[in-house]
C-alpha cells in the first residue's frame, strides 16, 4: 500500500511538474496608498462632511498563458479600504464583510472583489480571436486626457459577455459582442416562485459591432453601433440606482406589483484620430443614442421619469506636441431636454455605465480609486464645456505634470425646468461651473511613485438651493508601488 501511495505521489508531482512547464503564470499590478484633504464636495455649507480621508487598494491582474492562442486572465482588488473605517475583528459584531471592510482595528475584512476573470482564445485555423467571461464593455473612443483615454460616455465598465474580434487585413478589422451587464434575478427560485415569469423577462442584453479602420501614420476612424433590450428592471439596488440616472429604467415596480414592458435602445457612432500632421493630433468622439419603452408604470416613487429620450455628444480635443509638454484645447457638447421635470429628460442622451471625464475632479478619473471625484457624476449630458490644458509636463526630471482649465454651462431648458427636481449635476443653461486640474506624478523609483492632485471646483446654480456652497477643492498625496 505504501508503495502504491508512493508511485501515485510520484506520477501526481511529475503530471503537475510538466503542467507548470507548459503553462505560463505572470503577476502585475499595483499598491495605492492615499491620503487626501477635501472641501465641498457634497455642495453643501453645513454637511458635516468628512474634510480627510486616508486609504489603500491592490489592484492585481494575473495572466495564465497556455500557448500563443490560449490563455486567461483573472484580475482582482481589495479596497478602496480607508482607514478606521470598514468594521475590524476587533470591534466585535461590526460586518467586515464586502467592498472597503477591514480598515479599522484588528483588520481581517473580507473584500476581495473580481474585476475581470476571461478567457482569450484562437478559433482554430482562423485569426479570430475570443474573449468570454467578466471583461471590460466599453465601446470606442478616441479623445485622451493627458496620459489615458477619457473614459466612455456610453458605457465603460467591467462585465459579462463574449467578443469575438478578427481582422480582414492589416487595416480593417471587426468586434461582435454580446454582453449581459444585469440578470437580478438569475436562478432565483424564490422570486420565481412569488414573482412567476420574471426570471424570463428582467435582464438587459446589449450586441454591438465595431469596424476599426486603422489606416497607420494619417488616421484612424472606428465606426460603431449599440442595440439592448431592456427588461423588467424593477427597484432592485444592484440596477435601479444605476440604469434610472442613465436614463434606461423602462418601468418602475409598483406598489400592487404591477409591471410595464420592456424598453429598447441603441447608440451609433464613431470614434476619430487624425495624426497624418504629427505632431499636431486631432481626436474626436459622436455617439447618438435613443431610448423608448412601451409604457410607463410611475408606481410610488417620490421622482419617477419618462423612459422615452434620445440625445447626442460630441467630444474633442486639439494638441500639438513639443519637447517638454503638450498644449491642447478640449471640450465637449452634449444635447440637453425641452422641459426637465420629474418626469423624465426627453432631449438627453441614455447611457448604459458611463465613465467619462475630461478633468479629474468633477468627473471620473482613472488616477486613484482613494481620490475623491465623480463630483458632477459620469458622464456629461446636458452640458457644454471647452478649456485648455497642458499635457505631459516634463520639464523637471522624473517629474510628469498635466495642468487644465475648464469652463462648463448646461444645456437643458432653462424655462421648462421643474423646481421639484433638485439634482444639482443637473445643469440648465443659466447655471455654469469652472474647475482647475494640477496632476503630478513623482517617480521616486522605477516601480514607485509619488502623486500630488490640486483641483479646485466652483459651481454657480442660478436657482441656489438652501445651504448651497459653490466651492469645492482637493489636495491628495499618494503613493504607488507598480510590480
Given amino acids: 500500500m505504501r508503495k502504491l501511495l508512493g508511485i501515485i ?20 499590478g499595483y499598491f495605492d496608498f492615499g491620503f487626501g484633504l477635501y472641501s465641498g464636495t457634497n455642495f453643501k455649507k453645513h454637511d458635516n462632511e468628512e474634510n480627510f480621508d486616508a486609504g489603500q487598494q491592490l489592484r492585481t491582474q494575473i495572466d495564465i498563458i497556455a500557448s500563443e492562442s490560449l490563455k486567461g486572465v483573472l484580475m482582482f482588488e481589495i479596497g478602496p479600504t480607508f482607514w478606521g473605517n470598514g468594521g475590524g475583528a476587533s470591534w466585535g459584531d461590526t460586518p467586515k464583510a464586502g467592498e ?26 482562423t485569426d479570430a480571436q475570443v474573449r468570454m467571461g467578466i471583461q471590460m464593455f466599453s465601446l470606442p473612443n478616441a479623445v485622451w486626457r493627458g496620459d489615458y483615454l477619457m473614459g466612455g460616455v456610453v458605457t465603460d465598465d467591467e462585465a459579462p459577455g463574449v467578443l469575438v474580434s478578427n481582422s480582414f487585413n492589416e487595416n480593417i478589422g471587426i468586434s461582435l459582442g454580446w454582453f449581459r451587464p444585469w440578470d437580478p ?7 420565481n416562485r412569488t414573482m412567476p415569469g420574471r426570471l424570463n423577462s428582467d435582464e438587459i442584453d446589449a450586441f454591438f459591432l465595431t469596424v476599426p479602420i486603422d489606416m497607420r501614420d494619417i488616421f484612424n476612424l472606428t465606426p460603431y453601433f449599440m442595440y439592448a433590450s431592456i427588461g423588467e428592471v424593477d427597484t432592485a439596488p444592484e ?11 423602462s ?38 443614442g435613443s431610448y423608448s419603452a412601451d409604457s410607463v408604470e410611475p408606481g410610488n416613487m417620490a421622482i419617477t421619469h419618462n423612459p422615452d429620450r434620445d440625445g ?26 425641452d422641459s426637465i421635470t420629474k418626469d423624465g429628460f426627453d432631449g438627453m442622451m441614455p447611457g448604459l455605465s458611463p465613465f467619462f471625464g475630461l478633468t479629474s475632479f468633477g468627473f471620473s478619473s482613472d488616477r486613484s480609486d482613494i481620490s475623491r471625484q465623480t463630483i458632477m457624476g459620469y458622464d456629461p449630458y446636458g452640458k457644454w464645456a471647452v ?26 431648458n432653462t424655462d421648462n425646468f421643474d423646481s421639484a427636481f433638485s439634482d444639482y449635476r443637473v445643469l440648465d443653461s443659466k447655471d455654469k461651473a469652472f474647475e482647475v486640474n494640477l496632476d503630478n506624478v513623482y517617480k521616486i523609483y522605477d516601480n514607485l511613485e509619488l502623486r500630488v492632485d490640486l483641483a479646485y471646483f466652483n459651481l454657480q446654480l442660478h436657482n441656489e438651493p438652501a445651504d448651497f456652497e459653490e466651492n469645492a477643492w482637493k489636495a491628495y498625496t499618494g503613493f504607488r508601488y507598480t510590480f
Fill in 387 to 412: 478649456g485648455v490644458g497642458l499635457d505631459n509636463i516634463n520639464m523637471i526630471e522624473d517629474l510628469n505634470s498635466h495642468f487644465r482649465i475648464m469652463f462648463m454651462r448646461g444645456t437643458n
Fill in 100 to 125: 472597503g471592510t477591514g480598515g479599522a482595528m484588528g483588520a481581517d475584512g473580507v473584500s476581495i472583489e473580481v474585476k475581470q476573470m476571461y478567457i482569450d482564445w484562437l478559433i482554430p485555423n
Fill in 312 to 337: 447626442w455628444v460630441a467630444v474633442g480635443k486639439l494638441e500639438y506636441k513639443l519637447d517638454y509638454f503638450t498644449p491642447n484645447i478640449f471640450g465637449w457638447y452634449a444635447s440637453g431636454s
Fill in 9 to 28: 505521489f510520484f506520477c501526481t508531482a511529475l503530471v503537475a511538474e510538466s503542467t507548470a512547464q507548459a503553462t505560463e503564470i505572470n503577476v502585475k
Fill in 239 to 249: 440596477t435601479n440606482g444605476e440604469l434610472s440616472r442613465n436614463g434606461l429604467i
Fill in 251 to 288: 418601468h418602475y415596480l409598483t406598489s400592487n406589483g404591477t409591471l410595464g414592458n420592456h424598453g429598447q435602445a441603441w447608440w451609433t457612432g464613431l470614434a476619430f484620430t487624425l495624426n497624418h500632421f504629427d505632431p499636431f493630433n486631432a481626436y474626436l468622439d459622436l455617439v447618438y
Fill in 185 to 191: 434575478y438569475a436562478n432565483d427560485e424564490l422570486k
